[in-house]
DNA sequence: GGCATATTCAACCGAAAGGTTGACGATTGC
DNA sequence: GCAATCGTCAACCTTTCGGTTGAATATGCC
C-alpha cells in the first residue's frame, strides 16, 4: 500500500474510526478518553489510532504516560481533491456535513460502536 | 457494513478501483474493456466492478451480451461532504486533480496493476 | 446447430482486517 | 518503594479481501 490515497482511503472505510475523527474534531483526547464510548477494547482502539496515524489523519504527542490525538485534517486533503475530480460537487457545505455527523454518530450509538 | 460511507470508502481504498474509476471518467466501458489494461484476470476485474456498483460509484447495464459500465459520480458527494467538514479545502481544482491522475496511472503503469 | 465471445460463478488460496485476552513497560502519586 | 494508571505488544481467532483457475451461462454470428 504505497499510495496515500490507499492507506487514507482505507482508514476512513471504517466506521469508529470515521467515529474518533469526528470526536477529534472537537478537541483533541487522550487514548484512554477516546476509547470510553466505545464497546470495545482498549487495545482494538489503540489500533484503530495507529491506523489513523498512519494514514496521517491524527498526530500522537506523548506528555507524562498520556498520548494526545490531534486531528491532522490535511491529510484529507489529496483524498478530497482526488474525488472532486469526479464532479462539481457543492464546493463546501458545512450544513450538509453537520448532517452526517448526526446521523453518524446516532448509528454509532444505536450499534453500541 | 449498513453505512454507505463504509462501502465507499473502502470502494475507493483499492488504487486498481481507482484506476477503472478514473478510466471510466472518460467514457463508459465494456466489462472486457476495463480489464484489458490491468494484469490480473478478468473475474478479478469483475469482482471490483460488482464491489464499485455495490457502493453506487458506477451502473452496469446488459446490452446483448457486453456489459456496460457507467460511472456515477453521485455516490461521491456523501463522501466529499463528509470529508470536507474537517477541512476548509479549496473549493475545486481541477489542475490539482490532474495531477493525482497522472500520478496513480503512471504507478499503475508500473507496478503493473 | 455450432462455435466464438462476454461475463459470471464456484471453489480455493494466502494475506490482511478487526477483534479478544493477558502480560508488559512507563509514568505518576502517595 | 509500591500501587494504580496509561498505553502497547504478542498471540490468537474469525472473517473479509484480492487474487487464481476452471466450469458454466448467456448471447451473437454464420
Redesign the interface.
Known sequence: M??P??TV??A????TR?AI?AML?EDDMAVTDVAEPFEMSLAAISKHLTILSRAGLISQERRGRVKWCK?E??A???????????????????D???R??EV?LK?DAESGA
Open positions: 504505497a499510495d490515497l490507499d482511503f482505507a476512513l472505510a471504517d466506521p470515521r475523527l474534531l486531528l485534517p490535511d484529507l486533503r489529496a483524498a478530497s481533491v482526488w474525488m472532486q475530480g469526479f464532479g462539481q460537487f457543492e464546493p463546501v457545505n458545512l450538509a456535513f453537520e452526517f455527523l453518524e448509528e
